[in-house]
Nanobody
Framework: QATLVESGGGLVQAGDSMKLSCAHS????????MAWFRQAPGKEREFVVA???????YYADSVKGRFTCSRDNAKNTVYLQMDNLKPEDTADYSC??????????????????WGQGTRVTVSS
């Protein structure tokens, strides 16, 4: 069974940048749509970005222009570059994978694999 492992979280100040990584251990990475979600304390899980097999990304309005998602299929890794971080970005960030459609993933559906998450804390 494949696994996803996130890394790169931590504590930063508002306005700082941080880059998260998500490593996929299986053989299906190149055939998978990848996505990032986040969940702040006491709140529901929120869609952040989905990236297609070919590297096209769709962002939530809350992060568009500040976050950049990319993937390296040779390394089985997806990245989330976060710039100009705000306190409201504080959350546990999790990556997910799906061998289904891009549209389904954007809608939060057909997520077959989830990582354990990495915590991002942005102080004011």
């Amino acid at each position: 069974q494949a696994t996803l492992v996130e890394s790169g979280g931590g504590l930063v100040q508002a306005g700082d940048s941080m880059k998260l990584s998500c490593a996929h251990s299986g053989q299906s990475f190149n055939n998978s749509v990848m996505a990032w979600f986040r969940q702040a304390p006491g709140k529901e899980r929120e869609f952040v970005v989905a990236i297609s097999r070919s590297g096209s990304a769709y962002y939530a309005d809350s992060v568009k222009g500040r976050f950049t998602c990319s993937r390296d299929n040779a390394k089985n890794t997806v990245y989330l570059q976060m710039d100009n971080l705000k306190p409201e970005d504080t959350a546990d960030y999790s990556c997910a994978a799906s061998t289904g459609s891009f549209r389904a993933v954007v809608a939060g559906k057909n997520l077959e694999l989830w990582g354990q998450g990495t915590r991002v804390t942005v102080s004011s």
